[in-house]
């Protein structure tokens, strides 16, 4: 079965950067599209962005849009989520989701990794 970890989160200022990863280590990521969302206490899971099998096609949540960007590196089986212009509002525990359509919809998605940990504070 597919395993994903993310990693990367942690405690940053508000307008600091960070950049998630989301790693696979016994299977490969190429046929699968990958998206990640975000969880904030109290609230529903929250579609940020997808990147096709291929990388060719990406797709942004509106509240996102220029702040965020995904891309893939096959070499490495990994995916990542760079993060600019941090906010409060950012707080949330981040997931990878591996499926075969890139959407942000939660049930697009057959493999999650356990999520981690974004806290945007000063």
């Known amino acids: 079965q597919l395993q994903l970890v993310e990693s990367g989160g942690g405690l940053v200022q508000p307008g600091g950067s960070l950049t998630l990863s989301c790693a696979a280590s016994?299977?490969?990521?190429?046929?699968?599209?990958i998206g990640w969302f975000r969880q904030a206490p109290g609230k529903e899971r929250e579609g940020l962005s997808c990147i096709s099998s291929s990388g060719g096609i990406s797709n942004y949540a509106d509240s996102v849009k220029g702040r965020f960007t995904i891309s893939r590196y096959k070499a490495k089986n990994t995916v990542y989520l760079q993060i600019n212009s941090l906010r409060p509002e950012d707080t949330a525990v981040y997931y990878c989701a591996a499926g075969y359509l890139c959407s942000g919809v939660t049930n697009e998605y057959d493999y999650w990794g356990q999520g981690t940990q974004v806290t945007v504070s000063s």
């Open positions: 016994k299977y490969t990521l190429d046929y699968y599209a």
